[in-house]
């Protein structure tokens, strides 16, 4: 769907032969046939418009949702590799394209082990560059 053709006003054209006003789905440009108020050829172009007219625009909180949901996927897609807990250098996170700013909690399994949660999976940073990726510690 292209919106600029596609806005809140109705467009017009006449039918020669009846001289009766035409009009065309908001949606996907289809003749409209029926009370001369509707907007939409059926119900799932009226739902189908309005949901893309009601999508999230690009935010600083959507900005930041992707972030940590990209996050999570980096964790899950290599936890998944492996069994339930891997042990990767920060470099290897970076290159998968981790962003260590963004996480969701912090979480604690004793008081000297915290992890950094994205949703529900996590990860602690020990000592040097080597950091070991978890899931269960995260669910709050
Ligand atoms: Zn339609």
């Known amino acids: 769907m292209t919106t600029?053709?596609?806005?809140f006003k109705s467009r017009f054209s006449f039918n020669s032969q009846t001289q009766t006003e035409l009009k065309y789905c908001t949606?996907?440009?289809?003749?409209?046939?029926?009370?001369?108020?509707?907007?939409?050829?059926?119900?799932?172009?009226r739902y189908a418009y309005h949901?893309?007219?009601?999508?999230?625009?690009?935010?600083?909180?959507?900005?930041?949702n992707r972030?940590?949901?990209?996050?999570?996927k980096i964790l899950q897609t290599l936890l998944l590799k492996s069994k339930s807990k891997l042990e990767i250098s920060r470099d290897d996170l970076l290159n998968n394209g981790f962003n260590f700013r963004y996480f969701t909690h912090i979480n604690k399994d004793k008081p000297d082990r915290v992890f950094q949660c994205c949703y529900d999976f996590g990860y602690q940073i020990l000592k040097?560059?080597?950091?070991?990726?978890v899931q269960e510690i995260c669910e709050i």
Request: charged residues 35%.
């Open 4 to 7: 600029s053709s596609h806005d």
């Open 27 to 45: 949606y996907c440009d289809t003749t409209i046939r029926g009370r001369s108020d509707k907007r939409f050829c059926n119900d799932a172009c």
């Open 51 to 64: 949901n893309e007219i009601n999508k999230e625009p690009f935010t600083l909180v959507n900005s930041i």
């Open 67 to 72: 972030k940590l949901k990209r996050n999570r």
């Open 128 to 133: 040097g560059t080597k950091i070991v990726v």
